[in-house]
Structure formats: structure tokens, C-alpha cells
């Protein structure tokens, strides 16, 4: 059995084809394919709030692109989840329909509170102390998703209007800066020893490039903010030549950088954990509880 995602983000679209794998009724996952498409919709959708056509032509190839590759490996479930720059988009509903019409691809575009919850369904916390304090962060192209888990309970959670793209186009406010860290001093203040967990693209690149070698252990902030002021000493052309970036990476990883360290710093959190997660691991997990569940 094969279950697809597809995450439609600010900066990229995902397609992630996954097998799944039951054992003695436990029901688990392994990636088969994982494809990524710099689309970047957030440019159109926080600048103009409209995605152009050019934009939109790209994004309804790629979809049935991914639709053709899901027919290919003969997908039994899909779910696509489109993020904060389909959600800012005044014409966000109608790329959909139109997705739907050439690409036979239901796309919904969800609220930054139920994409906090798909994230985190990612199951990040696998293997790690339930008796611990965890603060989630999700960097995105237009949004950051915050949860803060106290062992197993949820907390507290919630969606900013910051993101890599969003700071790239100086159309972030200072204001949303402010009621980020707010949230962050309101919840944690009455929590000691909060440990980090870091999902998505920038934050798995940025472990990659620590070189740290052992999942299991955390990033230092002290290590992060010297990673920060490394790949800052190059410029954006550097980035790409010398250090090997992607194009589409090398400019995101520094606002990327700047608002974990900003939250990391506000939480007074030392460590984050990178369980090389994202947005697609978690939509995989949701089709997983949704089928197997209702079976149940």
C-alpha cells in the first residue's frame, strides 16, 4: 500500500510517496520518493496577494506531474495541504479549483493552526523523553508554527505570519515579530529546561551543515548562531558556489537561521532537537490515523 503528500509551501511543493508498512498491528511509514519543486509562490502571494498566471502555470504542471508519478505507483490515498501563501492569495480558491479540473488533485488550503497540528502528527517526538518539555518550531516560507508540549499535552500553539519569503520581500512586521515573542515569554515562563524541536527544509539543511552526525543529538544554540554567522560571512552567490546551496535554499537559510535563533533565544531554549521531519511526514501520519483508525 502507498500513500501520497503533497505539500504546497511559500517557497517549494513537495510530493512525498510513502509505503506503508504494517507489523503485529502497528502501522508505520518508509519513503519511497521525495520530490521538491521551487515554485515559490509566496513571492506573487505576499507582494500583489494575487498568485499570477505564470506562477499558477507552474504550480498546475507540477501537480499533474505529481498526479502522473501517483498513477505510476498506484497511490491508494492522497492528501494535499497548500499553506500560508495559497492562504493569502485572493485568487488562492480558484488555482485550486483549477488544480482540480487539470490535474485531478483535491488541494485544500488549510489554516496555520490545523497546519500546526499536521506538523507536529509528523510524530517529530518519536524518540524522544515524554517527560520533557518541548517547543515545536515550524519555519516556513509564510509562517512559523509554534506548539509547546508539556510531556504528551498540547499546551499551547500557534500560527505567525513570518516566514523566509516573507522577510526576503520586507513583508514581515514588526508587530508580528512582537506577538511571536509575546506567545513565546507568556507559555514558557512557567516551564524550565524547554528543549527545541526544528521541522521542515531550512532547519534539516542547517543540521546537515553542523555536521552532526547523530539524529538523536541536539543542536546547540551556541552552534546554530555560529552556523548563522558563517554562511552570513558569504554572499548569496558564495552560498551557491562555494558552500553547494541550492539556489532556492541559499537565500532562505538566513532569515530561516534568524527566526530560530530569535525563538530559541526568547524561550531561553539551549538545544533543539532535528528529527529531519517536515510538513509531507506529518500529512503521511494524518492519512495513516484517518485509514487505519476508522478501520479500527
Known sequence: MRYAAIDVGSNAVRLLIAEIIE????????????????????????????????????????MQAFRNLMDVFKVTDYMACATSAMREAANGQEVAARIKKEADIDLEIVHGQNEAKIIYAS???????????YLYIDVGGGSTELSLFCGEKMLASQSFNLGT????????????WTEMKNFIREHTRAHRNIFGIGTGGNINKLFRLSGEKNQDEPLTYIKLKSLYNYLNSFSLKDRINVLGLNQDRADVI???????????????????????????DGIIQTLIEKNFENAG
Open 254 to 280: 538566513i532569515p530561516a537561521c534568524e527566526i530560530y535563533l530569535t525563538v530559541l533565544k526568547c524561550a531561553g531554549i539551549k538545544s533543539i532537537y532535528v528529527p529531519t521531519v517536515g510538513m509531507v
Open 123 to 133: 510524530h517529530a517526538e518519536v524518540n524522544i523523553d515524554k517527560s520533557k518539555n
Open 23 to 62: 507489523n503485529n498491528g502497528s502501522i508505520s511509514f518508509k519513503k519511497n520518493t521525495l520530490l521538491r519543486v521551487p515554485v515559490r509562490l509566496g513571492d506573487d502571494a505576499f507582494l500583489n496577494k494575487h498568485i499570477s498566471d505564470k506562477k499558477a502555470n507552474d504550480l498546475v504542471k507540477s
Open 165 to 176: 519569503i516573507r522577510i526576503l520581500d520586507n513583508q514581515d512586521k514588526e508587530e508580528t
